[in-house]
Nanobody
C-alpha cells in the first residue's frame, strides 16, 4: 500500500507563494501517475495538476496555469506543488494522489490526508 503524506500548507497573503510537498513510501513514485487535487468548502474536489507515469504528459487546471508548477524528486521520493501568485480562490484542502494507471485521466488509487492552504489578507 502506497502511503502519501502532505506538508507545506499554511496561511499566506494574496500574491504570495507556498510549496507543498508529498512524501511517498514505501514504493517509488516512478511507478505511478501522480497528481495534486484540491477541495474548497462546498465545492467538488478538482484536479489541479498531474504528471503521467512516463513523465511525458503534464496537466494543469486552467485556473492555475502559469502560477503553479508540479515536480517530483525521485531521490527523495517526493512530489511538489510550487504555488505562486496565490489568489483568495486558491484556498482549499490540497491532496496529493497517485494512480497505477498510465494516464492522468485514470482513477486515483491512493490519497494523502490533505494539507490546508488559506489565502487571506
Amino acid at each position: 500500500q502506497l502511503q502519501l503524506v502532505e506538508s507545506g500548507g499554511g496561511l499566506v497573503q494574496p500574491g504570495g507563494s507556498l510549496r507543498l510537498s508529498c512524501l511517498a513510501s514505501p514504493f517509488t513514485l516512478n511507478y505511478y501517475t501522480i497528481a495534486w487535487f484540491r477541495q474548497a468548502p462546498g465545492k467538488e474536489r478538482e484536479r489541479v495538476s498531474c504528471i503521467s507515469k512516463s513523465g511525458s504528459s503534464t496537466y494543469y487546471a486552467d485556473s492555475v496555469k502559469g502560477r503553479f508548477t508540479m515536480s517530483m524528486d525521485s531521490t527523495k521520493n517526493t512530489m511538489y506543488l510550487q504555488m505562486n501568485s496565490l489568489k483568495l480562490e486558491d484556498s482549499a484542502l490540497y491532496y496529493c494522489a497517485a494512480s497505477r494507471g498510465a494516464l492522468c485521466a485514470n482513477p486515483v488509487d491512493y490519497w494523502g490526508r490533505g494539507t490546508q492552504v488559506t489565502v487571506s489578507s
